[in-house]
């Protein structure tokens, strides 16, 4: 799958998922710029991709920050003067409830960064895409058809659900402009997620004897999954959500 040539954009991609997709790409010959928050990070990062492929840009931003957004997309046009992948991967945890009454605080915090901003990235991007004939490939999670609902990861649960409505309405609008977008839904993924939600007392490691594979997926898994849909093999497929949970929600929607 030679991406040579293409541009990519990657947000979230100072670790875990974001960063393996990106040295993948970058593996594959593409452009990628690179976005996140964590500029110590995004450095190594780029190391790695450098060590295999081109020299990514690195882009320092908050995406749930408007002109913030508007600036990643200036500047991957700007130094490529093209895009043909983007890659919505940025994603945070807020745990709040109901009866806790700090549930629209939490709710406001992750819907701005797992829907809304996802949201603001294709409205930028999709003149550039339209162009191009790309694509968009967003990563969702289990966590939007998980069956039953941990009650303090309600608003994570919540932007997921609201991702993959929003990702099939984008497809369908788009296809007629020969734009494909998919969606991505990872079970656990051995990724700093839980960390960064300050989580100390388990890991996602932990969690592999509740899969009925006895296992959890590393982010390669993940970005082998995002690559196939953002290349020519997947020119038929769009408006399509493609699970990687080891059976995740095999055993919870029984």
């Known amino acids: 799958m030679s991406f040579k ?13 974001g960063a393996t997709t990106a040295i993948e790409f970058a593996k594959e010959g593409a452009n990628v710029a690179i976005v996140g928050r964590k500029e110590d990070k995004l450095k190594k990062v780029s190391e790695q991709c450098a060590k295999v492929g081109p020299k990514p840009l690195v882009i320092k931003a908050d995406i749930g920050v408007d002109d ?9 046009i700007d130094k490529f003067k093209r895009l043909d992948v983007l890659v919505n991967n940025a994603a ?14 939490a709710y406001d915090y992750t819907m701005n960064v797992n829907v809304r901003a996802y949201i603001h990235a294709t409205m930028l991007t999709a003149p550039h895409l339209i162009v191009t004939k790309g694509n968009i ?8 058809t998980a069956l039953p609902a941990l009650p303090n990861y309600t608003p994570y649960h919540t932007s997921k659900a609201a991702l993959n409505f929003f990702s099939r309405c984008t497809a369908r609008e788009l296809a007629s402009h020969g734009v494909r977008v998919n969606i991505v839904s990872p079970g656990p993924v051995v990724t700093d997620l839980l960390e960064n939600a300050g989580v100390t007392d388990m890991s996602f490691e932990d969690l592999s004897g509740e899969m009925p594979l006895n296992r959890v997926s590393q982010p390669i898994e993940i970005a082998n999954i995002i690559l196939f849909l953002a290349s020519d093999k997947a020119v038929g497929i769009t408006g399509s959500e493609y699970v990687a949970d080891n059976g995740y929600l095999l055993k919870i929607n029984k």
């Open 5 to 17: 040539n293409k541009v990519v954009l990657v947000t979230g991609a100072s670790s875990g998922i």
């Open 68 to 76: 913030e957004m508007k600036g990643v997309i200036d500047a991957v």
């Open 92 to 105: 945070i945890m807020k745990f709040a409830s109901v009866l806790e009454g700090n549930i629209l605080e």
């Open 137 to 144: 490939i967003n990563i969702s999670s289990v966590a939007a």
